[in-house]
């Protein structure tokens, strides 16, 4: 109810609509879901009026059916972007249908491995996709995407065109179960996410469908948290396939910030450039760390190509 009221209301009805006076020291009184409150919460319990709590309900309800032609869709046109509250809601409801009631076949991984499960969690997610700048316009993908949680953020929050890579099977049989899931609730939200392919190998086959994206991918997220280096370094041959200008979110750094020299030429890790360490709070991951860093490096060859120029022009 306080989701419908806030958001799919122009700002002075849904003041109206929550209760909210222009004096914000002024606790909301009035408003919709104040008013359940107080029946659902009257003391002594027998005050309480379960004929006037419907009363309330249906009344809301009949607010919403009767804007549902008029002022709602009208609103929502002016709306470019969903706010992280509903895309919360959203992203719960879909979850909690689906991966929730299975969620202890995440549990088999083998330790030591790649394979460990982790999740990102919302404000996390919501602080990469607007650290990086994801917008409808744009190509996201995340490389070993579990249940695709990352992944159906980024398609609702932002309408980017998102993909998704997950080769283990449990969290992959997962992801495309809460990708149906998802779509159902966003119509029922009468939201539309950008495109969602979920795919189900290795982003490290090079016979992925992955591969086809990656020159046309703007943000690149990876949860290398628990990668073995063996993978890091098989991942970094990939960026050669990443377009200029490619931002690249991850859990581990990449780059060992070596300067460029004639015994390291070939490192791919030199089109790796201006890589940002920032830091992350509680509530952030699902496996509980207090805080901790997280990386954004960019596709630039620029550098490379100089001192590669440079090179040829001392051979001569």
Sequence with gaps: MEIICAFYFPPEESKQLLGISDDYDIPPTTGYPQRLRRELNREPPEKRSFPEFLRILTEFNELVRSSMKTTI????????????????????????????????????????????????????????????????????????????????????????????????????????????????????????????????GSFLDDESPINRVFERVDTLMINNFAFQPQTNNALKLKFLGLKEGCQIAHLKPFKAHTKIGHGNVWDVEHILQHERKLEYFSDSVSWGAPSGFWYIATIDRKPLQEFMDEMNRRRK
Aim: net charge positive; charged share 20%; aromatic share 6%.
């Design 73 to 200: 869709p009208s609103h929502l046109k002016t709306r470019h972007t969903v706010p992280l509250e509903l895309v919360e809601r959203i992203l719960t409801q879909s979850y909690s249908r689906t991966v929730s009631l299975k969620v202890h076949s995440l549990k088999d991984y083998v330790n030591g491995t790649d394979n460990v499960y982790g999740e990102l969690l919302p404000r996390f997610v919501d602080k990469i996709l607007k650290t990086t700048g994801v917008n409808s316009s744009h190509v996201f993908a995340d490389l070993g995407s579990g249940v695709g949680n990352v992944v159906l953020q980024a398609a609702l929050q932002t309408g980017c065109e998102a993909w998704g890579v997950e080769m283990m099977p449990n969290p992959a049989n997962l992801a495309a179960e809460q990708l149906r899931e998802f779509r159902a609730r966003c119509r029922l939200w009468g939201v539309r996410p950008g495109k969602v392919t979920l795919i189900k």
